[in-house]
């Protein structure tokens, strides 16, 4: 939503403010937005793999929706990890065996959707709470792993935004090129009268003045809310990480999950208060 209403604002101060004064006719100039919508494809496929073009294509989208690492989900998530160590510590790391195998038929799992429907997450929790089953686990070693884990996906996650921010970085260029091609037109035709020439140069300039408004105007800020996502979404394994690691480390339940809420963002973050409350409040369903 915000993306969108920023680019009203920039089309209104770029555009809007050129028609008080300006012929917007001169900027229709069809052929340069064709060369540069044509060189910034070519650029794409040329610097990228089909995998690599699917998962820029892909993750486009994701910026106009809202996030859903919120502070419901994060209360939810909580709840889950809670819940399933406080099985552990009453009944043994056996118990949650077929919790972890089957998490779509868990019993805990299962109470959680918003949890459970993140593919990426759920096997994330599952995975370590398997390892933890599977038998004595170094604490250290499982946090180097999880920290490994983590970067790898923060790194898969941050390609798409890093292509686009790399797409911004070199439209501009593909505007001085289409700028150049329409002056050498221009060198052509010196015997034309002033006021064709001035034409056609206007025309030429209007390359480099797409290319910048399209770069920094629209590119870039599709590349900064992708890394903002990106930034978001990984702030949930950090929680479940260290969760994870505190029980491991013998903490109880409360004080492990006390320890995941502890690094969520401020505006994300359940109170003491608002977290011990809603544990109580879903024990007593």
């Not at 798409?160 to 700028?179: E, L, N, W, Y």
Request: glycine content about 10%; charged content about 15%; hydrophobic content about 50%.
């Amino acid at each position: 939503m915000f993306l969108l209403i920023g680019y009203v604002i920039i089309l209104l101060a770029s555009i809007g403010t050129y028609a008080v004064h300006g012929s917007l006719g001169a900027l229709w100039v069809p052929l340069e937005y064709l060369a540069i919508i044509g060189l910034t494809i070519g650029y794409m496929v040329a610097s990228n793999g089909s995998r690599a073009l699917k998962a820029v294509v892909g993750a486009i989208p994701g910026v106009l929706k809202g996030s859903p690492y919120n502070k419901a989900l994060y209360m939810d998530l909580l709840a889950m990890l809670f819940e399933i160590l406080a099985k552990v510590r009453k009944e043994g790391l056996m118990s949650i065996e077929n919790d972890v195998e089957n998490p779509d038929a868990s019993p805990i799992f299962s109470k959680y959707p918003s949890v459970l429907h993140d593919h990426h997450v759920m096997e994330f929790i599952c995975d370590y709470l398997r390892m933890m089953v599977g038998g004595n686990l170094n604490a250290f070693e499982i946090e180097n792993l999880m920290d490994i884990e983590i970067e790898t996906h923060h790194n898969e996650a941050h390609f798409p935004a890093h292509m686009v921010q790399t797409m911004a970085g070199a439209i501009p260029a593909f505007g001085i090129v289409v700028a150049v091609m329409g002056v050498v037109n221009v060198m052509g035709s010196v015997g034309q009268p002033p006021a064709v020439l001035g034409k056609m140069i206007g025309g030429a300039l209007v390359g480099t003045f797409l290319g910048i408004l399209i770069a920094y105007g629209f590119v870039e800020p599709i590349a900064n809310q992708m890394n903002k996502k990106v930034e978001e979404g990984g702030k949930i394994y950090q929680c479940i990480k260290v969760v994870l690691l505190s029980s491991m480390n013998g903490y109880a339940p409360q004080v492990a999950v006390e320890f995941g809420r502890k690094v969520l963002y401020s505006g994300d973050r359940p109170t003491f208060m608002e977290l011990e409350e809603d544990l109580k409040a879903r024990k007593g369903k």
